[in-house]
Structure formats: C-alpha cells, structure tokens
C-alpha cells in the first residue's frame, strides 16, 4: 500500500508560478513511478509529468519547458514546479505512484489560474 498526500494548490494570476508537492509513504522504493495528473469537469484525468526511479522523465506536450517535475533524494516526496501558468492550467491536480500492478491516487489539489 501507499499513501499519497499532496500539498500546494490555490489560486494564482496568470503568467505567475506555483510548486505542488506530495509525500508518499508505505511500500514505498526505487522502482516506483510518481507523476501529476490533472482534471477539469467533464474531462477524463489525464498526465502532466511523470518521474521514473532512475530520474526519468515524461511531461505532456502543454507543460513542456513550463512545468518541471523533481524527486527528492530518499524518493519520497515529489514535486511539481508550475512556471508561466494560463488559465488553460485550471483542473483538479492528482499525485499518482505506479508500481507494479497498483496505482495509487492523492486526494487531489485544485490550482485556479485566473486572468
């Protein structure tokens, strides 16, 4: 099992900046995966970025050289920077740990862009 607890989220204007983190815990090692995942109404969950245990790294085409994804050193925390927001980047954001077999969801944190 793991746990995933975010922290971040609120509103911020356009064009400003905003930094996610979650902290996982339980069966918690090297090989897991950790990503964001965003939602709007109406609209499926979909990725934002996503970190691999050997610092791979994926982003979804919208945030590319906007948001950057960072994993601390023990593995336990992962982070998302949001730089140059729009209100395009309005949505529910998730935290997620993938393991082999499991996906594990935060509670959800939302970030409102406003112009």
């Known amino acids: 099992q793991v746990q995933l607890v975010e922290f971040g989220g609120g509103s911020v204007e356009a064009g400003g900046s905003q930094r996610l983190s979650c902290a996982a815990s339980?069966?918690?090692?090297?090989?897991?995966?950790m990503g964001w995942y965003r939602q709007t109404p109406g609209k499926q969950r979909v990725l934002v970025a996503r970190i691999d245990g050997v610092g791979g790294i994926n982003y979804a085409s919208p945030v590319k050289g906007r948001f950057t994804i960072s994993r601390d050193g023990a593995k336990a925390t992962v982070y998302l920077q949001m730089n140059s927001l729009t209100p395009e980047d309005t949505a529910v954001y998730y935290c997620a740990a993938h393991t082999n077999g499991d996906d594990y969801w935060g509670q959800g944190t939302l970030v409102t862009v406003y112009s």
């Open positions: 339980g069966s918690i090692d090297s090989t897991i995966v």
